[in-house]
Nanobody, 126 residues
Framework: QVQLVESGGALVQPGGSLTLSCAAS????????MGWFRQAPGKEREVVAR????????SYADSVKGRFTISRDNAKNTVYLQMNSLKPEDTAVYVC???????????????????WGQGTQVTVSS
């Protein structure tokens, strides 16, 4: 199993930037495909970005493509979400997630994520 703790959420003005971090427990972090999801009030949870075990392959929701960047540092057991050009519609609770450990270096399916953090609030407002 892996435990996930997010940090970095804040109130930011439109057009601003923010970096979220997700620290994972355990010595096998590099075996877990990782992802960031978000849930806004009254809306369903949606995937924002995914990254494979080695960090060589990423995928983004169309709504954040070109503005957000997911990355990971396996030596630090941490995955990041760099968010630029933030918009009010990016306001949500952002949640880090891990798919089951695997020997595959492919991206995990959106439906495969089984380990979840508690979330961190990002509010974009002037």
């Amino acid at each position: 199993q892996v435990q996930l703790v997010e940090s970095g959420g804040a109130l930011v003005q439109p057009g601003g930037s923010l970096t979220l971090s997700c620290a994972a427990s355990g010595r096998t972090f590099s075996l877990y495909p990782m992802g960031w999801f978000r849930q806004a009030p009254g809306k369903e949870r949606e995937v924002v970005a995914r990254i494979n075990r080695s960090g060589t392959t990423t995928s983004y929701a169309d709504s954040v493509k070109g503005r957000f960047t997911i990355s990971r540092d396996n030596a630090k057991n941490t995955v990041y979400l760099q968010m630029n050009s933030l918009k009010p519609e990016d306001t949500a609770v952002y949640v880090c997630a891990a798919a089951p450990a695997t020997s595959s270096n492919l991206l995990a399916s959106v439906w495969a994520y089984t380990y979840w953090g508690q979330g961190t609030q990002v509010t974009v407002s002037s």
